[in-house]
């Protein structure tokens, strides 16, 4: 029953999330950022679920050289990393669609990081997305609980066939003659309905 809950939980975030503002979550370190964007409709796309992956990029020694100061500085003593989120941005860039729907891309911002802090130039940002329409990933998400829930529908209907014709529960042999044990595998009668 619990894959059944996941999966129905992993509906409800998809529609809700399909129905609010641009939202995201972010996990970052000093050396890259790991977010997962949601697009509600009206955007370019219908809704859509993203993950991207942002890390700076140095164009150069020098920037790298000055990039590993500026993070061993800033870093010194801090947490390694942090949470954050936010709603209704109102930009967000979303690859288009490639292959069966899925998109991707890598955007690279030329000094971004050089704009705010020349001790910075040159480094520049990579910002790479990976997405879908949300029913894909409610489909991708959905199919193991499916799966899980069909066994379990399946088992308890070979469960219920057996009984109902007095058949052994683990093989499906004939029980009406062996009241007992079962005479093709040996195991031994438990439930079911007294044969008369
Ligand atoms: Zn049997």
Redesign the pocket.
Known sequence: MHTLAASLLVLAVLILSARGPLSEYWLSTWHWRFGIESFPSGTSHSPWLQFSFVRPKPSNATAATALERYIARESAGKRRWGFDSSTGRGWGHAPEPKLLGFGWDTVAHADWFGRARPDLRGVNMAWSSFGAPNWYWAILLSAYPLIRFGRIVRHGTVRWWRLSRT???????D?RESPGV??????LRTGGPASS
């Open positions: 058949c052994c529960l683990s093989c499906g042999y029980l079962c005479r093709e595998c040996g195991a």
